[in-house]
Each structure stands twice: as structure tokens, then as C-alpha cells.
């Protein structure tokens, strides 16, 4: 497998290939997605929220993102490696945003992803001004939690459906190779899919999106705080880990282990 870049993952949307994408927060995580073919590694700040047990994702900081980052360029050959900005990353200046891109560049990564539209145009165009390729993220946005009430859908409504097409468009003129597309209506994420020529990255926008991407925990089985709808659990790895625990415990208390075929 050569080394994908931006211009190959562009290049799926024009082929009429979908793009498989799984987000990874360390280096053994990163080495079986590599060696698994996913073309699109993205180091997310769900971190907060799937390794380090938070509530949400508003607590992760440049310094946590660019740890995980560096992690996961260390398990990676291949893949495309996007990383999450984390909140107030990007939010208070330009200035702040494009020093931040940089220092996950430095830290590994090969594109960074922010969250917002129109609103976010400027930030996004001088980032990619910078040459730091740029994907966006519209529709439920994590890290506007407070102000949409919650993990709600957006998208509904005729106002919320204009507004989300004209964010994809802002973000497209702006510079951006790619675009998460969260929490929409189905014939919504269809639409702008359509629309847009820069490929779509859906995550509970139905199957209309260029492409997909799912937390690594959640498909696992490993985090089970919640279960959203959009997400399918391709095995439980959490019931595995913990028989074998179980097992060892059991081992050590009987006596079991170290055997001599562990001792020295």
C-alpha cells in the first residue's frame, strides 16, 4: 500500500470510492488500522472522552491532542493522519489557529480538522494559506454542545437544512480537502454530498457520504457509556478483555501462574 495523501482521498470521491476512516489515539491502534488498509487515520479529541473517561470533549488540550499525535505517527506508515483541534485552539484568533496547526503538524500529523462553517472560513483559508491541508466539520458539532442543548441532530428544519449547505460551500471556498458531516438527516448529508465537489465524511449522516468514519472504541465495544444510534459494535472486546483478566486473576490466586515455563 503506498502512502496516502489529501489528493488521494480527493481523488476516491471523483473514482466513486468510499473512504473508510476510524479514528486512533495510540501507536498499537494505529499499526492494525494501518495494516488494515484504512486510508484516513483521524487522532479526534474524543480522546477526552473515550481514553480519558470526561464527560465531553471541551476539556482536551493542544498538549493532549499533539501526545496522541505523536503517538499515532509512530504506528503509521500509510495512512492519512488528521488530528482534531481542540477546543479554544482555533476559536480566539487566527493567529492562535494557525500556530496551533503547525505545532500538530510538528507533532505528526498530515492535516488538521476544526470544527465549524462560515464562521470558521477565515480560520480555515489562512490555515490552508499556510500550506496545512484542512478538513472541515458542520452538522453537530462536539465542541457546541452547550449552545445546540446537547447531542441533538441537526438539520431538521428548512433554516438549520439552508444554513448547513451554505456552511459546506463556505468550507469548500475556503480551502478545505474534505468534510466531517455529524448528526444530519440522511437526504440532507445526500444533498451536499452532491453539492460539494471535496469529499464527505458522514458519521450518523447516512450512506449517501463519500465516506464514513466511527470512534475505534465504539466499534469495539470498549467504551459503552453511550451507544448512539449511528455507530454498529463489530465485536465486544470489552466482554474478551475482561474474561481474560478474570482468567488471569483466578491463575494468580490459585497459584497457577508464573509456572516454570515463566520463571527464570
Known sequence: MKKITILDIMKMKGEGKK?????????PTARILDEAGIPLILVGDSAGMVVAGCPNTLSVTMDEMMYHTRAVARGNKNALIVADMPFLAYQISVEDAKRN?????????????????LNRADTIKAIVDMDIPVMGHIGLTPQSIHRMGGYRVQGREKK???KLLGDAKAVEKAGAFSIVLEGI?????????E??????????????????????????????????????RYVDLKKS???????????VRQGRFPGKGHSF
Do not use: M, W
Not at 473512504?19 to 501507536?27: E, K, V
Not at 465537489?197 to 464514513?212: H, K, L, S, W
Open 19 to 27: 473512504i473508510p476512516a476510524l479514528t486512533a489515539y495510540d501507536y
Open 160 to 162: 438549520q437544512q439552508k
Open 195 to 232: 453539492t460539494i465537489a471535496i469529499p464527505t465524511i458522514g458519521i450518523g449522516a447516512g450512506p449517501r457520504c463519500d465516506g464514513q468514519v466511527l470512534v475505534i472504541h465504539d466499534i469495539l465495544g470498549l467504551y459503552d457509556n453511550v451507544q448512539p444510534r449511528f455507530v454498529k
Open 185 to 193: 438527516p440522511a437526504d440532507l448529508a445526500e444533498e451536499i454530498t
Open 241 to 251: 478483555i475482561s474474561s481474560a483478566v478474570n482468567e488471569y486473576a483466578d491463575d
Open 101 to 117: 496547526a503547525g505545532f500538530l503538524v510538528r507533532a505528526g500529523a498530515e492535516a488538521i480538522k476544526l470544527e465549524g462553517g
